[in-house]
């Protein structure tokens, strides 16, 4: 997998290019939030790394090293990734994967590389990688990859070139996830609802990867678009039951649909003011959510501004893990009466 064939990251593809084609170093780090796509540049310079004939753009995928590589049965190439039953990576696998095999030489090539998720290192955890990163022998890579780098040890971080992965423009998610339906054998979406799942996902591909092939997310999509239609024109008493009753049925994905809420008070409130529909979240609600008459829509600007300052509070409230009852009825009101104009 030669680095060119990646979508985006231009400027982690030339710091990638020169690492394997120069004298790599011992240790980097691939830091963006989770989703990004940390992985999938790690395994591409691995790959890079470890090829006995790399061309200009990466692992050459012809050779034996690249065949055994694809096949996810290099001899030197070990990896250190969560296992899903634990919380975090076990101390007796850092000792057993790294630390009691650094010092033997590579089986096939000239190199061996490391691959470790870095976010699932307890402090215990790193302070045992860490004793392997001060003094690796010389044909040792680390690919090290972290979706916070602050949560690292300074003496550990001190240790590691720090490469960034970028978020992605809303036309590299919609190719990454074209190409994610092609490859998966699924229908490729319509270019709205690609466009949703880019804006919605903020320019993380995992994101929107994960929720596009969700059939409960475009069902939970659909019933928040209707019930936030609803809202500026329901009783108060309604608010408490009928909206309640619909925050309680999704209590388990209220972050979502709060995320949902919110991406529509955003649109509306960039069509109210700009008028320009070029850059909403949802485009496929444009009709919708426009507010024809220009009175009214000056008017709305203001408790469209309150109710996403409230959707934003109830969001913190639900990280805090405060009253879910609460926050909840709390938030119905102020969007009830907030939406009123809207
Ligand atoms: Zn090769």
Redesign the pocket.
Same mark, same amino acid.
């Given at each position: 997998m030669g680095f060119a064939s990646l979508v985006g990251q231009p400027d982690l593809k030339v710091r990638l290019g020169s690492i394997f084609r120069s004298e790599p170093g011992h240790a980097y780090i691939l830091s963006g939030p989770l989703g990004i796509g940390k992985s999938t540049f790690a395994q591409a310079l691995a +790959?890079a790394l470890l =090829? +006995?004939?790399?061309t200009p753009d990466g !692992? =050459? !995928?012809? @050779?034996d090293? @690249?065949r055994h590589f694809s096949h996810q049965a290099h001899p030197d190439f070990r990896t250190l990734l969560l296992d899903p039953a634990d919380k975090v990576i076990k101390v007796e696998r850092v000792r057993q994967t790294i630390q009691a095999d650094i010092a033997l030489r590579p089986q096939f090539g000239r190199r061996k590389v490391y691959l470790v998720d870095a976010d699932f290192l307890n402090e215990q955890g790193q302070n045992t990688l860490l004793k392997s990163l001060e003094e690796p022998p010389d044909f040792v890579t680390f690919i090290l990859m972290a979706s916070g780098i602050e949560r690292l040890l300074p003496t550990v971080l001190s240790r590691l070139t720090v490469l960034t992965l970028h978020r992605y423009s809303d036309e590299e998610v919609i190719e990454i996830l074209r190409r994610e339906c092609q490859d998966s054998g699924q229908p490729v979406p319509d270019v709205q609802t690609l466009t949703f799942h880019a804006r919605y996902a903020n320019g993380v591909p995992g994101a929107a990867i994960k929720l596009i092939s969700s059939p409960w997310f475009s069902e939970l999509r659909r019933e928040t678009i209707d019930f936030y239609h609803q809202l500026g024109s329901i009783s108060r008493s309604q608010a408490l039951t009928t909206g309640f009753g619909f925050f309680d049925a999704n209590r388990a994905r209220a972050d979502v649909l709060l995320d949902i809420l919110a991406s529509l008070v955003r649109d509306q409130i960039v069509i109210a003011m700009t008028g320009d529909p070029s850059h909403l979240t949802n485009p496929d609600q444009l009709t919708r959510l426009a507010i024809p008459d220009e009175k009214k829509r000056q008017a709305a600007v203001p408790g469209l501004m309150r109710a996403a300052a409230a959707i934003t509070a109830a969001r913190r409230g639900l990280a805090l893990n405060a009253s879910f009852e609460g926050l909840a009825c709390h938030l119905l009101l102020t969007l009830r009466k907030e939406l009123i104009h809207a």
């Open positions: +790959q =090829c +006995q004939d790399p !692992g =050459c !995928g012809i @050779c090293s @690249c």
